[in-house]
Antibody, heavy 125, light 109 residues
Framework: EVQLVESGGGLVQPGRSLRLSCTASGFTFGDYALTWVRQAPGRGLEWVGFIRSKAYGGTTEYAASVKDRFTISRDDSKSIAYLQMNSLKTEDTAVYYC????????????????WGQGTLLTVSS | SSELTQDPAVSVALGQTVRISCQGDTLRNYYASWYQQKPGQAPVLVIFGKNNRPSGIPDRFSGSSSGNTASLTITGAQAEDEADYYCNSRDSSNNYHVVFGGGTKLTVL
């Protein structure tokens, strides 16, 4: 059974840093891109960024709202993806989900087929 | 960056058919995926690609696309289908980025 479990959320002051983890099981972690998606309280889903598999360079992409502040990394030996968040702002307050991205060859689409339960980050003084 | 636009709220009578739409120029280049999110839960993928359902998703859920519009159709809506629905796709203005629609709250009457 595929599982993604986020951890590391909590209350942090503006300007501080925090690292979230996403621990995966039930699939070959290294074969997949991992994406972080967040959801502010009462709001919609927002793409944060993703990290490609090592087969595709293990490189990363980020939304403009977090670029240069957030960094995604992965440890395939431990089946864990990380989201390092620096210079946190109150508007970063959200539930953070990690998701597994797949590529559908038939349509050329990139759906997120499995999601973790999310971890809540609250940025407040 | 591209945008995807969804109606904020839609309602349907129990057992009837409802269509939820998602509009954006990026959909001329990419298929949308659709996610169902119930209160306090993580999103669940319900439709992807041309019209594909992951294992375990009832066949009353279907997807279609035309031009810049993607649609999610629920044929014979059930009470348990009441949820928020989000579309997403790659962003054609930056093919490595992803964009989500604002979400549609579906009420089953």
């Amino acid at each position: 059974e595929v599982q993604l479990v986020e951890s590391g959320g909590g209350l942090v002051q503006p300007g501080r840093s925090l690292r979230l983890s996403c621990t995966a099981s039930g699939f070959t972690f290294g074969d997949y891109a991992l994406t972080w998606v967040r959801q502010a309280p009462g709001r919609g889903l927002e793409w944060v960024g993703f990290i490609r598999s090592k087969a595709y360079g293990g490189t990363t992409e980020y939304a403009a709202s977090v670029k240069d502040r957030f960094t995604i990394s992965r440890d395939d030996s431990k089946s864990i993806a990380y989201l390092q968040m620096n210079s946190l702002k109150t508007e970063d307050t959200a539930v953070y989900y990690c998701t597994r991205e797949v590529f559908d060859y038939g349509s050329g689409s990139y759906p997120f087929d499995y999601w973790g339960q999310g971890t809540l980050l609250t940025v407040s003084s | 960056s591209s945008e995807l636009t969804q109606d904020p709220a839609v309602s349907v009578a129990l057992g009837q058919t409802v269509r939820i739409s998602c509009q954006g120029d990026t959909l001329r280049n990419y298929y949308a995926s659709w996610y169902q999110q119930k209160p306090g839960q993580a999103p669940v993928l319900v439709i992807f690609g041309k019209n594909n359902r992951p294992s375990g998703i009832p066949d009353r859920f279907s997807g279609s696309s035309s031009g810049n519009t993607a649609s999610l159709t629920i044929t014979g809506a059930q009470a348990e289908d009441e949820a928020d629905y989000y579309c997403n796709s790659r962003d054609s203005s930056n093919n490595y980025h992803v964009v989500f629609g604002g979400g549609t709250k579906l009420t089953v009457l």
